[in-house]
Nanobody, 127 residues
Framework: QVQLVESGGGSVQAGGSLRLSCVASGYSFNMACMVWFRQAPGKEREAVAGIDSDGTTNYADSVKDRFTISKDNAQNTLYLQMNSLKPEDTAMYYC?????????????????????WGKGTLVTVSS
């Protein structure tokens, strides 16, 4: 049974940092596209950052140069380091995977391509 469990959310002031974690289980960790999404109240869920099988990373323009996605294969854990946080980063953040033998460009395939989702972790940034 595939499980994705996010943690690390919280409340911070603008300019602060948080690191989100997503512990994965129930599948072969490398055989998936892994993407962080977020959804703010009243808005659609959007891809924030994705990482491919070869380590290639992709980011939404709104977070480029502030957020960094990474993964630890030994710990089956996906991370999202978020720096220079802004109030507009306030959202529920979700870890999601698309099960594939080799991932390329999963970030660009969006919500409908994802096979499994975590329950999310809330990030609140105050001004």
């Amino acid at each position: 049974q595939v499980q994705l469990v996010e943690s690390g959310g919280g409340s911070v002031q603008a300019g602060g940092s948080l690191r989100l974690s997503c512990v994965a289980s129930g599948y072969s960790f490398n055989m998936a596209c892994m993407v962080w999404f977020r959804q703010a109240p009243g808005k659609e869920r959007e891809a924030v950052a994705g990482i491919d099988s070869d380590g290639t990373t992709n980011y939404a323009d709104s977070v480029k140069d502030r957020f960094t996605i990474s993964k630890d294969n030994a710990q089956n854990t996906l991370y999202l380091q978020m720096n220079s946080l802004k109030p507009e980063d306030t959202a529920m953040y979700y870890c999601a995977i698309e099960l594939v033998a080799f991932c390329a460009g999963g970030f660009f395939r969006g919500v409908k391509a994802m096979d499994y989702w975590g329950k999310g972790t809330l990030v609140t940034v105050s001004s």
